[in-house]
């Protein structure tokens, strides 16, 4: 089959759909990547996969910039004679769902999260519900990461019976992603990480105002923010916010990377407060390299750690509980915060394995050709 996957980045098709993809060439599909051409672009042409340049922004909402990106994708599907279109994100997953239905195309979206549209209800929310109401309902199967967004599609509708199925987020390589060994310190007191986009949805403040509130018990304790800044999303960060937050020495602010391990390697925790995600590869990355992770009872985010057992949670927007539990963490002995990164690690393996998800594919694929 000729397959389409789509996202409105590809960066976050290097980083989350490579593998999927190289597993499908090597069963003999023709795979075409579909995103807007950015640094990352290369990355997916060096593996070897076929990419379309499309125009699909993450947060535009002009109606007619919109409609372009939709026909331009409904432009590509037709022109490569796509069977299938395995989509991600908010609005991949909507315009190829709208392109596919006007071709006959079938397609398989992941809900990998509801976006901004969902974190704050506007007229954007009721827009998005009514377009997924009117596509979902035609697609082959739905891919939901989390109970939490799979409960909000059945229960207003938006999926038929039958046509769903969980999946353990994106999946991590757990071969990449390995055991990494503990540093050793002249203190006890943790070195925290925050790693995701610099969005104050990601829970970047309160982890700022949680990080004052640890230094006053632990005041050697070090904070530390990883991801990039300056995006157009209208929760962005701005770099000043960022650099008076260094100048007051509560964190240190590592820029971006392609390759998150060394700084994983380097903590003691891995932290996101986020008010909502799919399933945060981020954590499931930490988990996998045997570090306990903090983060929030928001949707998403639970599913990542078994409190108590694997890492600690908070509730979301709730700056001194997260010092809290980051303060409960602190006082921990080594020996314990090591047993809960191998917890963490033990839980990956066993349900969070990358070819998990793979597989989940290759069945929904099959399921076509039958």
Not at 181 to 187: A, H, Q, S
Request: with cysteine; aromatic share 8%.
């Amino acid at each position: 089959m000729r397959i389409a996957v789509i996202s409105n980045t590809s960066w976050y098709l290097v980083n989350f759909r490579r593998n999927l993809m190289l597993a499908l060439m090597a069963d003999g599909h023709e795979v075409i990547a579909v995103s807007p051409e950015d640094e990352y672009t290369t990355h997916l042409i060096s593996s070897g996969i076929r990419h379309e340049a499309v125009p699909l922004s993450g947060s535009g909402t002009q109606w007619l910039t919109e409609l372009r990106s939709v026909l331009c994708l409904r432009r590509v599907f037709q022109n490569n004679r796509v069977d299938v279109v395995l989509s991600n994100t908010p609005k991949g997953n909507l315009y190829s769902a709208i392109a596919c239905m006007s071709l006959g195309i079938r397609f398989i979206p992941n809900v990998s999260g509801l976006g901004r549209a969902f974190i704050q209800t506007s007229f954007v929310t009721r827009i998005a519900r009514l377009l997924y109401r009117l596509t979902f309902r035609y697609a082959h199967r739905v891919f939901f990461q989390n109970l939490d967004d799979q409960d909000i599609f059945l229960r207003s509708g938006l999926v038929l019976p039958g046509r769903y199925e969980r999946l353990p987020g994106s999946g991590v390589d757990v071969d990449r992603f390995c055991a990494a060994p503990w540093v050793e310190r002249d203190t006890d007191a943790p070195v925290f990480l925050l790693v995701a986009r610099m969005l104050w949805d990601k829970g970047v403040g309160e982890f700022i105002d949680a990080a004052r509130l640890v230094r006053g018990k632990y005041p050697m304790s070090t904070f530390h923010l990883l991801g990039a800044a300056d995006s157009d999303n209208p929760a962005s960060i701005g770099r000043d916010q960022i650099d008076a937050w260094q100048a007051e020495g509560i964190v240190r602010y590592l820029g971006k990377t392609d390759d998150v391990r060394p700084h994983i390697a380097h903590a003691d925790a891995v932290v996101l407060p986020s008010y909502r995600e799919g399933v945060p590869r981020t954590l499931l990355e930490a988990a996998a390299m045997a570090r306990p992770v903090i983060t929030t009872d928001a949707p998403g985010c639970k599913d990542t750690v078994i409190d108590g057992q694997t890492g600690l949670r908070c509730k979301a927007r709730d700056a001194p509980g997260l010092a809290s539990a980051m303060l409960r963490f602190a006082a921990m002995d080594k020996a314990s915060r090591v047993g809960m990164g191998e917890r963490g690690r033990a839980r990956v393996v066993r349900e969070f394995d990358e070819q998990i998800v793979i597989d989940r594919y290759r069945e929904a694929l099959a399921s076509l050709q039958r």
